[in-house]
């Protein structure tokens, strides 16, 4: 096990519709990275967060926006869901600075658009 | 643009032979990551390298990092079913850039 706790495992919502999802990172880790993850293709990089603003960003509209707090947790919202949205968003938690980039990962959120 | 591509996309094979998979790009990286990711969880850090040339062993996986820091190899020996899953290879290509992952190979060991 990685430390790192997503929530909700499971959700569902319809189109037009927000959702916020949480996740708590690994105990010492200060950076906090969110992927979504489509079904059979890899996960694509949403942004990352460190010192509670944004530090880079993916190809992502910014209806996707994120925040994380003084204990390192984090939040992906999403507004005005589309069916496209569904799939599973990971977290990753991690180390600012650390000489190469490993990601240590949640089980991740399940979100299906109807 | 960074891009990772991985190959084969599939691959299933019995219990006990021996298989490699591929991590390819255009661009240089300063470290690579190879990560497996079972069915309703996460992905896991197996290994990474850093250094162009670098072998990792890990029991019956092998990982190598092409010279030009460009591409990977994962190796397994005698695979076992519980091989089984989506191995995820990811770099930056910088100190302290993103993490971009490849779309993976899905491989299903059939005992």
């Known amino acids: 096990e990685t430390g790192v706790t997503q929530s909700p495992t499971h959700l569902i919502k319809t189109r037009g519709q927000q959702v916020t999802l949480r996740c708590s990172s690994q105990s010492g880790h200060n950076t906090v990275s969110w992927y979504q993850q489509a079904l059979g293709q890899g996960p694509q990089f949403i942004f990352q967060?460190?010192?509670?603003?944004?530090?880079g960003r993916g190809n992502f509209p910014p209806r996707f926006s994120g925040l994380q707090f003084p204990n390192y947790s984090s939040e992906l919202n999403v507004n005005a869901l589309e069916l496209d949205d569904s799939a599973l968003y990971l977290c990753?938690?991690?180390?600012?600075?650390?000489?190469?980039?490993?990601?240590?990962f949640g089980e991740g959120s399940r979100l299906t658009v109807l | 643009t960074q891009l990772l591509e991985q190959s084969p996309q599939f691959l299933s094979i019995q219990e006990g032979e021996n298989l490699t998979v591929y991590c390819n790009s255009s661009?240089?990286?300063?470290?690579l990551q190879w990560y497996r990711q079972e069915p309703g969880e996460g992905p896991v850090l197996l290994v990474t390298v850093v250094t162009g040339g670098e072998v990792k062993k890990l029991k019956r996986l092998t990982f190598q990092f092409g010279d030009a820091r460009k591409d990977s190899s994962l190796h397994i020996t005698a695979a076992q079913p519980g091989d089984t899953g989506l191995y995820l290879c990811a770099g930056e290509e910088t100190s302290y850039d993103k993490v971009i992952f490849g779309p993976g190979t899905s491989l299903s060991v059939i005992p």
């Open positions: 967060y460190y010192r509670e603003e944004e530090n």
């Open positions: 661009s240089v990286f300063s470290s």
């Open positions: 990753a938690s991690s180390l600012w600075l650390a000489p190469t980039g490993e990601l240590f």
